[in-house]
C-alpha cells in the first residue's frame, strides 16, 4: 500500500485525465455528428440531369446554370447540351436523363415508341417566318412558279408551309416547289443575304440573323399569325418539356419544384437578354451576340400541361392529319401530360 500523498496523486492524475477525455469528447463530438450528417446529406442529395439542345430551345436553362443549378440544399441540376435532338432522344430512353427540352412533334413519337415521358409543359411557341426581299409579291397567286427554301424536309417549317398553302387552296406540289437542298439555316441564311435564294422559310435565331444581313427583308407570312387566323389560338407549341415517368413516381415532389426553377429560368432570360445571352453562349448553346439578337423573338415561355393541353392536343391533330407518321402515327392521349 502506498503512502497518503502518493494515493492522492494517483487520484488527481486520473481527473486529469479523465477531465482532458472529457473535453476532447465535447470538441470531437459535435465535428463527428457534423461529419455524420454532411455525408448523409451528400448520400440523400438528388441531381436532376437536364437535357437541353444548342439554339433557342435551349435557351431557357441560361437561368439554371447562372446560378450554379441548384434547386435547394438537398437537390440540383446537372445540365446537358446536345448538338441534336437524337442525342437527347438516346438519353431520355435509356434513363440518363431526367427531364429533357424536344421539339413538341418529337416528344409526341417518343411517347409512341413506349419511352416512358410525361409532357410537363410548353416552353417555346411559334418563331417562324417566311421571307423575302421581292416587292412583287403581295398576295398567295404571285407565288406561282417560284422555288421556296426550306431547311430541311419534315421539320416544322416543311410542314407548316405546307399546312398553311393546302389551307388556303394551294396545292405545294404544283403551285410552288419546294426546296430542300440546303439543310442548314445558317448556311440558307448565307445564301439568301447573297441573293442566291429569293424566297426562304426560317426560325429563330436564324431569322433575325437574315434580317439583320438582308435589310431589304420584306416578311411575307408570320407563321404565328397564321396559326392563330387558323386555328383561334395565339400560337402554336414548337418546344415542350418532359420528364420521366420514373423520375416523377420516385421524386414528385422535386419534380414540382424543378419545374418551378425551369418557369423562373426562362423568366429570367426574357427579362435578362443581354446576361442570359452571355451564360447561353458559357453553355455553349449559341453565340452570345446572336442569342441577345433573337431572345426577344423567340417567344419563349412556360406554360404547364395543364394550361397547355388544349393548343397542344390541336397542334397534334393538325399535324396527324397532315402526316400522321410526324407524331408516331397516333394522337397522344391524356395520360401523356402531367397533371398540375
Same mark, same amino acid.
Given at each position: 500500500m502506498g503512502t497518503l500523498e502518493h494515493r492522492v496523486n494517483t487520484s488527481m492524475k486520473l481527473k486529469r485525465v479523465m477531465l482532458t477525455m472529457f473535453i476532447v469528447l465535447l470538441i470531437v463530438s459535435?465535428?463527428?455528428?457534423?461529419?455524420? /450528417? &454532411?455525408?448523409?446529406?451528400?448520400?440523400?442529395?438528388?441531381?436532376?440531369?437536364?437535357?437541353?439542345?444548342?439554339?433557342? #430551345? *435551349?435557351?431557357?436553362?441560361a437561368g439554371i446554370t447562372q446560378k450554379g443549378g441548384v434547386i435547394n440544399e438537398m437537390a440540383s441540376f446537372n445540365v446537358k447540351v446536345h448538338a441534336t435532338?437524337? &442525342?437527347? $432522344?438516346?438519353?431520355?430512353?435509356? *434513363? &440518363?436523363?431526367?427531364?429533357?427540352?424536344?421539339?413538341?412533334?418529337?416528344?409526341?413519337?417518343?411517347?409512341a415508341k413506349g419511352v416512358p415521358i410525361k409532357l410537363a409543359a410548353v416552353t417555346g411557341q411559334g418563331m417562324l417566318q417566311f421571307i423575302t426581299t421581292d416587292p412583287q409579291v403581295v398576295e398567295f397567286e404571285d407565288l406561282r412558279g417560284t422555288s421556296i427554301a426550306i431547311p430541311g424536309a419534315g421539320g416544322s417549317p416543311d410542314q407548316l408551309t405546307q399546312i398553311y398553302f393546302t389551307a388556303f387552296g394551294y396545292d405545294t406540289t404544283d403551285f410552288v416547289t419546294l426546296d430542300y437542298s440546303i439543310a442548314s439555316p445558317a448556311q440558307l441564311v448565307q445564301m439568301y443575304a447573297a441573293g442566291k435564294k429569293d424566297f426562304v422559310v426560317l426560325p429563330?435565331?436564324?431569322? #433575325?440573323?437574315? /434580317?439583320?444581313?438582308?435589310?431589304k427583308t420584306i416578311i411575307l407570312l408570320d407563321y404565328q399569325s397564321l396559326w392563330g387566323a387558323l386555328t383561334g389560338t395565339d400560337n402554336y407549341p414548337m418546344t415542350?418539356?418532359?420528364?420521366?415517368?420514373?423520375? $416523377?413516381?420516385?421524386?414528385? &415532389?422535386?419534380? #414540382?419544384?424543378?419545374?418551378?426553377?425551369?418557369?423562373? #429560368? $426562362?423568366?429570367?432570360?426574357?427579362t435578362n437578354v443581354e446576361q442570359a445571352a452571355q451564360e447561353i453562349e458559357k453553355q455553349e448553346i449559341l453565340s452570345a451576340e446572336l442569342a441577345q439578337l433573337s431572345i426577344p423573338n423567340c417567344n419563349l415561355g412556360y406554360i404547364n400541361a395543364t394550361d397547355a393541353y388544349e393548343s397542344v392536343d390541336m397542334y397534334y391533330n393538325i399535324l396527324y392529319g397532315f402526316d400522321y407518321e410526324s407524331i408516331g402515327s397516333a394522337v397522344p392521349n391524356e395520360d401523356f401530360y402531367l397533371e398540375k
Open positions: 459535435p465535428l463527428s455528428s457534423q461529419a455524420v /450528417k &454532411e455525408a448523409q446529406n451528400e448520400r440523400d442529395h438528388v441531381t436532376v440531369n437536364l437535357g437541353a439542345m444548342k439554339g433557342p #430551345s *435551349g435557351f431557357g436553362v435532338f437524337n &442525342e437527347v $432522344i438516346a438519353k431520355l430512353a435509356n *434513363g &440518363e436523363l431526367d427531364m429533357a427540352f424536344l421539339p413538341t412533334n418529337v416528344a409526341a413519337n417518343l411517347y429563330e435565331p436564324f431569322l #433575325s440573323m437574315a /434580317k439583320a444581313k438582308q435589310p415542350v418539356l418532359v420528364v420521366r415517368d420514373t423520375f $416523377i413516381a420516385e421524386h414528385p &415532389e422535386l419534380v #414540382s419544384l424543378a419545374l418551378d426553377e425551369v418557369a423562373m #429560368s $426562362i423568366d429570367w432570360v426574357n
